[in-house]
């Protein structure tokens, strides 16, 4: 079992560029979760997706950021005309979802997106 | 929606000393609590977990106690080593998604 994998580790973007972070969850996980960690702070919350579905979006900001799980392949989070405040390190976990969110979630290696 | 806090910020203790985190939530309906550890520059691994129809969990030199009444949870770790020195979050989580606590900064000095 490989884990939540996350890619690309490292992203940098100019301002105005656009991001694309993708999770593939860990094998039979369908609950996929972002998380944003600026440095030396906890993780804030973004999105909850199952598949082809967007459960909760309560902490994603209104405007240039968006997220999907399709059908098929990773969980993808957009973030388009990146500003220097996006830069951070954006976490998933993923878990097996069951009774709500109550099973363990894992997390994986995160990408660190700089904006420049 | 659900709310929590956590304290202290930081903590530092001696080789061989207790720790303990404290937590705090406030949603009544949030039922699974787990504790995760975060070394610099890696992912959050999960370290112990419990669930609203159990009052303490312990796992060697670890333990989380609930108290569901007050709504706080608390991480405890014994006999600390300076490899336990990381920063901890507490989390609560109902039905839909994982709520954290700001960390805690736990360095342990030889």
């Known amino acids: 079992n490989a884990g939540v994998m996350q890619n690309p580790r490292h992203l940098v973007r100019r301002r105005g560029q656009e991001a694309r972070l993708r999770c593939s969850p860990m094998?039979?996980?369908?609950?996929v979760y972002w998380y944003r960690q600026l440095p030396e702070e906890g993780l804030k919350f973004m999105v909850y997706?199952?598949?082809?579905?967007?459960?909760?979006e309560s902490g994603m900001p209104k405007e240039r950021f968006s997220a999907e799980f399709p059908k098929e392949g990773p969980s993808i989070l957009r973030i388009q005309q990146v500003v220097r405040g996006d830069s951070a390190a954006y976490f998933c976990a993923s878990s097996s979802g069951g009774n709500g969110a109550n099973t363990e979630a894992f997390f994986g290696q995160g990408t660190r997106l700089t904006v420049v | 929606g659900e709310n929590v806090e956590q304290h202290p910020s930081t903590l530092s203790v001696q080789e061989g000393d207790s720790a303990v985190i404290k937590c705090t939530y406030s949603?009544?309906?949030?039922?699974?609590f787990p504790w995760y550890k975060q070394e610099l520059g890696k992912r959050p691994q999960l370290i112990i977990d419990i669930r609203s129809n159990v009052g303490e969990k312990k796992d060697q030199r670890i333990a989380v106690t609930l108290n569901k009444t007050a709504k706080h949870f608390s991480l405890h770790i014994t006999e600390t080593q300076p490899e336990d020195s990381a920063v901890y979050f507490c989390a609560a989580s109902g039905f839909q998604k994982l709520v954290f606590g700001t960390g805690t900064r736990l360095l342990v000095s030889p």
């Open positions: 949603d009544s309906a949030s039922n699974y």
């Open positions: 094998k039979g996980h369908s609950h």
């Open positions: 997706l199952q598949k082809e579905n967007i459960i909760d």
